[in-house]
């Protein structure tokens, strides 16, 4: 009479990747809006006619910014995931609360930007007065204005609670941190003043202080960073 038994499998080990993949991941995001932001062809523009007529005399430009917002899409909501796994275990409210903020508001954002909307109709599929009068009726969404508060209060708000948590948690140097902080609130006073470069400033201070979280991801071991796998029975 046999006796079944039964040996134990080792399950891979994926945490490195995972690792070097979050530290890839964190910069991009802000990064590529940082870029976006500053090669917008219709930053400062007066109502939807202008939008029009200013990528209509930029549609390259506007081709980047779509390509840059595939990157943004991308990366931004892992990204932000991966900051706040270093400072979650010791800054456990705040990083709930900033993350909890900013992936609602990254998920909103490009259904409230309509960037392709304005591409496709800045490049001739109809006339300008009828490209304006879609821009307009887009505008007027309820859905779409919502989208746009969740975006505009989230990112600001949920960038300057991660970045006190990455401070709290010591995961970031107090400088970077307060990189993170101040970024987004700048970035809001720059659009308000219409200054398109210091607008992509502020994101590029996002990224600065990603690019130090990215750093100390590749200094994190396995074993901070996550869990090992269990070991399964056959």
Known sequence: MSVATTAPVVLRDTRTARRVAAAVLLPLGPLSV??????????????????????????????AVLWLSVVALATLIPGTLAAGRLAQRRAPVLTFLGVGLLVPAFAALFFFAGDPTIRALAGGAVDPETATRVLDAQAALAPVNAAGFLFVAGHILGM????????????????????????????????????????AAAWGLTALGFTVAAARVLRTSNDAWDLAPTTRTV
Do not use: K, M
Not at 41 to 51: K, L, Q, S
Not at 167 to 191: E, G, K, N, T
């Open 160 to 199: 300057i609670l991660l970045g006190a948590a990455l401070w709290r948690a010591d995961a970031l140097p107090a400088w970077a941190a307060v990189a993170v902080i101040v970024s987004q609130p700048l970035h809001l006073a720059f659009v308000i003043l219409g200054n398109q470069p210091l607008d």
């Open 34 to 63: 940082a870029v976006l932001r500053g090669v917008l062809p219709y930053f400062g523009a007066d109502g939807n006619g202008e939008t029009i007529t200013q990528t209509a005399a930029h549609l390259g430009r506007q081709d």
